[in-house]
């Protein structure tokens, strides 16, 4: 099993920037990806971003520009940088991570990011 523990939500004003974390413990050997998905209520949960452990990534669409991932796998920890935040980003973001083998799911517990209108 992985545990994912997120961090570094919060409510900020149009424009402005938030830096999630999350650290990845337990059966950490052969993480593959690692990356954040989002949900708004209403909506289904959504790919905002992923990166390998070989450092590819891939964003959405809506984020590309603006939102940055990064990976420190010797501390089995991903980062989300995220700038120029609109309304539209207002969502609970998740940790994610996925095992090479099996590719088994993880997820964290979510953090809530409020950009309000």
């Known amino acids: 099993q992985v545990q994912l523990v997120e961090s570094g939500g919060g409510l900020v004003q149009p424009g402005g920037s938030l830096r999630l974390s999350c650290a990845a413990s337990?059966?950490?050997?052969?993480?593959?990806?690692m990356g954040w998905y989002r949900q708004a209520p209403g909506k289904q949960r959504e790919l905002v971003a992923a990166?390998?452990?070989?450092?590819?990534?891939n964003y959405a669409d809506s984020v590309k520009g603006r939102f940055t991932i990064s990976r420190d796998n010797a501390k089995n920890t991903v980062f989300l940088q995220m700038n120029s935040l609109k309304p539209e980003d207002t969502a609970v973001y998740y940790c994610?991570?996925?095992?090479?083998?099996?590719?088994?799911?993880?997820w964290g517990q979510g953090t809530q990011v409020t950009v309000p209108s």
């Open positions: 337990g059966s950490i050997s052969s993480i593959y990806t």
């Open positions: 990166i390998t452990s070989g450092g590819s990534t």
């Open positions: 994610h991570c996925r095992k090479q083998g099996d590719w088994s799911n993880y």
